[in-house]
């Protein structure tokens, strides 16, 4: 089956030209969007067209960037659209036609540079997590509590007040005594 998908990017756009050249490409069934294109998961009728494709259907877009706006964006939707035994063809790229050898092998390609591209980005973040973690940086969220507060909440603890109470003084969540009081327990 072949499957189109049309989009612009605000309602007072006009998909016409790409349901034209869509339907004269043969499509059954057409899936329309007026939306930013922001991120692929974010358009609704795309998932829709996606989630309609069967094995050896064929998804055909009028235009590559009415479909996505980044390379890896780009890569993951025809990665998305290969798992599913299915292909994509973009009219107005004809090197982006995986329904032949040489589109299938430019997806191996560019596959193989988005992996590329992830693990070089994972291996950056873990380098500057551990460069961070070298000049003691600390992760997470901020403390609630000043060190001051988090001296006076042990002793009020101590006192047998209830982290309830505490909390509700301090103008902080229960569980941030809670918390607190694990780490001192835990600490010990």
Known sequence: MLIGYARVSTPTQNLDRQIAALRDAGCELIFREKASAKNVRSRPELEK?????????????????????????????????ADRGAAIKVLDKP?????TPIGQGLLALLSAMAEDERQRIVRRAADGRR????????????????????????????????????????????????RLQKRIANST
């Open 49 to 81: 067209a996606i989630d309609r494709l069967g094995s050896e259907d064929v998804l055909i877009v009028a235009e590559w960037d009415r479909a996505t706006r980044s390379m890896l964006d780009g890569i993951e939707l025809m990665q998305r659209i």
């Open 131 to 178: 460069a961070a973690r070298a000049r003691n940086v600390k992760f997470g969220r901020p403390s609630a509590l000043t060190v001051h507060q988090q001296e006076r909440a042990l002793q009020r603890l101590a006192d047998g007040d209830s982290a309830r109470e505490i909390s509700r003084d301090m103008g902080v969540a229960a569980s941030t005594i809670s």
């Open 95 to 99: 090197h982006l036609d995986l329904t």
